[in-house]
């Protein structure tokens, strides 16, 4: 039953995804422009992720930091009042819409649009063999931590959470999240941490 759920859970993801891509395209157009207009540097931040066992796949965002921030500053390291964030990134980061781009990944069948957030891989060197089982799944867009605090959450409570879903995974299980990150998105809640990864 679990591996039905799954093959639906990707078929979803595809089809939603796609319809997605579509009816955001102008927004996706107006953001492109608002941050090469705005600031120097590329529309797009592109980086090095961990998936689903252990894969490294390369993760699109819209670009909210100056260009090369992570070479200035608290490096890969940032904080909600820091001064690296453009003025556009501010409210692409409030807003959530930097993560569009991710549609694009969902479709590449590098990520589903519900699932562990991916990280970075010096963050998985270090994961014991209990933390590993969060990498069991594709990563996601949302997940059961993102509802539950996001990044005011500890990395440990964040991947408790992570695995909770990975072995209590069901369509109803993602249908609540969804609902759930509506509400996140809608108020903000938990964009910053103390000390979060950047981007």
């Given at each position: 039953?679990?591996?039905?759920?799954?093959?639906?859970?990707?078929?979803?993801?595809?089809?939603?995804?796609?319809?997605?891509?579509?009816?955001?395209?102008?927004?996706?157009?107006?953001?492109?422009?608002?941050?090469?207009?705005?600031?120097?540097?590329?529309?797009f931040?592109?980086?090095?992720?961990?998936?689903?066992?252990?894969?490294?796949?390369?993760?699109?965002?819209f670009?909210?930091?100056?260009?090369?921030?992570?070479?200035?500053?608290?490096?890969?390291?940032?904080?909600?009042?820091?001064?690296r964030?453009?003025?556009?990134g501010?409210?692409?980061?409030?807003?959530?819409?930097?993560?569009?781009?991710?549609?694009?990944?969902?479709?590449?069948?590098?990520?589903?649009?519900?699932?562990?957030?991916?990280?970075?891989?010096?963050?998985?060197?270090k994961?014991?063999?209990?933390?590993?089982?969060?990498?069991?799944?594709?990563?996601?867009?949302?997940?059961?931590?993102?509802?539950?605090?996001?990044?005011?959450?500890?990395?440990?409570?964040?991947?408790?959470?992570?695995?909770?879903?990975?072995?209590?995974?069901?369509?109803?299980?993602?249908?609540?999240?969804?609902?759930?990150?509506?509400?996140?998105?809608?108020?903000?809640?938990?964009?910053?941490?103390?000390?979060?990864?950047?981007?």
């Amino acid at each position: 039953m679990r591996e039905i759920q799954i093959m639906i859970k990707h078929g979803l993801d595809k089809l939603i995804a796609f319809i997605l891509l579509i009816a955001v395209s102008p927004v996706f157009l107006i953001i492109a422009l608002g941050i090469k207009l705005t600031s120097k540097g590329p529309i797009f931040f592109i980086q090095d992720r961990v998936g689903k066992n252990g894969k490294d796949f390369k993760i699109y965002k819209f670009r909210t930091m100056v260009q090369n921030a992570e070479h200035i500053g608290s490096g890969i390291y940032t904080e909600e009042n820091d001064p690296r964030i453009t003025k556009i990134g501010r409210f692409l980061r409030k807003t959530s819409l930097d993560e569009l781009p991710q549609l694009i990944n969902i479709l590449k069948g590098d990520m589903s649009i519900i699932g562990p957030r991916p990280t970075l891989r010096y963050q998985v060197d270090k994961y014991n063999e209990y933390q590993m089982g969060r990498l069991k799944m594709r990563p996601g867009v949302t997940g059961l931590a993102q509802v539950n605090g996001r990044n005011s959450l500890p990395w440990s409570k964040r991947i408790e959470y992570d695995i909770e879903y990975v072995n209590n995974y069901s369509l109803w299980l993602d249908l609540k999240i969804m609902i759930k990150t509506v509400k996140v998105v809608l108020t903000a809640e938990g964009v910053y941490g103390e000390r979060d990864e950047m981007m």
